[in-house]
């Protein structure tokens, strides 16, 4: 069932890679673990010299040890393995990417990870969360 519909990124990202990326804000963690899953839609417009941008789901039983939703490596992220990523020649902004959490439930924390391809790239970045439970 739907529980509600909030943004939970909407910044410009700049200077990030897959070592050093971007997170939601920590104080949205928990209330994002509350639900079961998260269906989520991306948007990106504003590129600055973008090659490729990758959007993560992360979560976590105690807030401090993080693994990715949907399988991939942990430490560091791969590259164009992300929920949500494009790479390559992009198409014309905005770009609009829509993924889930997957079929497993969250732990008690969830946030949001991005990087682009590289550190003198930068885009705008709006995450919108719509959030499910069975209950």
Not at 60 to 72: K, M
């Amino acid at each position: 069932m739907r529980k509600e519909k909030f943004v939970v990124f909407d910044d410009i990202v700049t200077g990030t890679t897959a070592s050093s990326p971007a997170y939601s804000s920590s104080e949205l963690d928990h209330h994002l673990g509350r639900f079961d899953r998260l269906g989520f839609e991306c948007v990106v417009d504003n590129l600055m010299s973008v090659t490729k941008l990758d959007v993560f789901v992360l979560h976590s039983p105690d807030g401090e040890h993080w693994v990715h939703t949907n399988g991939t490596s942990n430490a560091p992220p791969v590259a164009g393995q992300g929920d949500v990523h494009w790479s390559g020649t992009l198409p014309s902004p905005p770009l609009v990417g829509v993924a889930n959490s997957g079929s497993a439930p969250l732990f008690a924390y969830a946030r949001f990870q991005i990087f682009l391809g590289a550190a003198a790239e930068g885009a705008h970045v709006k995450i919108t969360v719509t959030p499910r439970d069975s209950r």
